[in-house]
Structures are given as structure tokens and as C-alpha cells.
């Protein structure tokens, strides 16, 4: 069974839902490509669910054992080269003002944000930058 279903709108853009529980997504293409920009790209949508990846996984870690995440934020930074045109660098950089005290919980959590799924289907090509400021 498809997990989503997508359309294209004319104008460069595109429509996804999620087939499960009917959330979509549109995409645009982003202003340095001829596009509006009005919408994250589709190497927008990379980037984010790098990270998006990274902290459920540490989601996944935390609750284990135990504790909550609250108060973690983070931002993506998305690199591209040209010839050909693709992803050159993606930088997550993560905040959190209050860590857990537990330095080896925090270790197992670093190793798994940079052992996710997504991190681990990206082309090695791609340099995935991850900063945690905690």
C-alpha cells in the first residue's frame, strides 16, 4: 500500500498527503530555480526530516529511560552546489538549555541522532554537519 499520494499544481509546485492521516504537504520550487519559493523546496523537505529524524530517534532514547526532551530546538541549514544542482551540506544545530545530567544518556543520544534512518540513507556525498550545543 502507497504511504503518499501526489499531484502536481502547475507553477512548479506539487501536493502530498500522506494517505494514513491525511496531512499534506505542498512543495515550490524554491526562487534561485524558478520557482516562487512560496512552500519548502523538495531539498527543503530533506534537510528537515534530517533533523526531524535525528530527534525522534533521541525522542525514542530519552523516553526509554525515562525522560523528556522539552525544551530542545533546532535549526537546518541547507548547502547546495551546482553542476549538477543537489545537496551539498546539511547542518543541524541543536539547543537545549537543559540537558539531562546523565552524560552517558546524552552520548547514546548523539550516536543515535547521527545513526538515524534518514542520516543513514543520505548519499555519503552529502556532508551532514550536526552541532549540539548541550
Not at 499531484?7 to 516562487?36: C, F, M, W
Not at 528537515?48 to 535549526?75: F, K
Not at 544518556?105 to 542520516?119: E, S
Amino acid at each position: 500500500m502507497s504511504t503518499i499520494k501526489s499531484s502536481y499544481l502547475g507553477e512548479l509546485r506539487t501536493k502530498s498527503v500522506h494517505i494514513a492521516s491525511q496531512d499534506t504537504i505542498i512543495s515550490d520550487a524554491p526562487l534561485d530555480n524558478n520557482g516562487r519559493g512560496e512552500a519548502f523546496s523538495p531539498t527543503d523537505t530533506v534537510a528537515g526530516a534530517l533533523g526531524s529524524c535525528m530527534v525522534t530517534i533521541m525522542g525514542i532514547i530519552a523516553r526509554r529511560e525515562g525522560q523528556d526532551m522539552e525544551g530542545l530546538s533546532w535549526e537546518v541549514t541547507k548547502a547546495m552546489q551546482s553542476n549538477p544542482r543537489k545537496i551539498a551540506e546539511i547542518i543541524i544545530e541543536f539547543n537545549w538549555d537543559q540537558p539531562f545530567e546523565d552524560e552517558k544518556l546524552i552520548k547514546k543520544m548523539k550516536n543515535g541522532a547521527k545513526t538515524c534512518p534518514v542520516a543513514l540513507s543520505l548519499h555519503p556525498d552529502i556532508k551532514q554537519t550536526v552541532i549540539f550545543n548541550f
